[in-house]
């Protein structure tokens, strides 16, 4: 059985999962709970989590890990393409190629990830997405190749 409470999430597409996901209407708790991530916008092919790293996130060097930001735009991207599925269809990460731009530390304050379809096929879907600060300087891209299977 799903984690969805009302519906069953198989009947639903992948835009109404990921709407039910955003309005609370799961019991997840998941990776993005645990770091803190944020659901803030969702639409066909679209969405945007929001975060806030602190020290808890930094590596040995003082600044945030580039695994909470791949892991960031890992969430954007898949949910992304997650929000243009059919009722009855999964998809997995084949493919996660991440491109740091700019360090970031906790003074960098509450960022965005915004992942977006490019592209979406029968069996593959294809994505990119960034990660930008309040101000809109870009720390991170990223672009993703997901398999699209039936559940």
Same mark, same amino acid.
């Given at each position: 059985m799903t984690q969805l !409470?009302?519906?069953? #999430? *198989?009947?639903? +597409? $992948?835009?109404? !999962?990921? !709407?039910?996901? #955003?309005? $609370?209407?799961? +019991?997840?708790? $998941?990776? $993005? *709970?645990k770091l803190g991530f944020r659901l803030a916008e969702v639409e066909l092919g679209r969405v945007v989590f929001e975060a806030t790293p602190g020290e808890d996130s930094y590596n040995p060097l003082g600044t945030v890990h580039g695994g909470y930001l791949a892991t960031l735009l890992d969430s954007a991207l898949g949910c992304a393409v997650h929000a243009s599925l059919k009722p009855r269809l999964a998809y997995t990460t084949l493919e996660l190629k991440v491109n740091y731009l700019r360090a970031m530390t906790a003074a960098t304050g509450p960022i965005r990830a915004e992942g977006k379809v490019t592209q979406i096929g029968r069996r593959a879907a294809f994505a990119e997405g960034r990660i930008t600060d309040s101000k809109g300087q870009v720390y991170a891209t990223a672009s993703t190749t997901c398999l699209v299977f039936d559940k």
């Amino acid at each position: 059985m799903t984690q969805l !409470q009302t519906v069953d #999430a *198989h009947e639903m +597409s $992948g835009l109404e !999962q990921m !709407q039910n996901f #955003a309005s $609370g209407g799961t +019991s997840y708790k $998941g990776i $993005g *709970h645990k770091l803190g991530f944020r659901l803030a916008e969702v639409e066909l092919g679209r969405v945007v989590f929001e975060a806030t790293p602190g020290e808890d996130s930094y590596n040995p060097l003082g600044t945030v890990h580039g695994g909470y930001l791949a892991t960031l735009l890992d969430s954007a991207l898949g949910c992304a393409v997650h929000a243009s599925l059919k009722p009855r269809l999964a998809y997995t990460t084949l493919e996660l190629k991440v491109n740091y731009l700019r360090a970031m530390t906790a003074a960098t304050g509450p960022i965005r990830a915004e992942g977006k379809v490019t592209q979406i096929g029968r069996r593959a879907a294809f994505a990119e997405g960034r990660i930008t600060d309040s101000k809109g300087q870009v720390y991170a891209t990223a672009s993703t190749t997901c398999l699209v299977f039936d559940k």
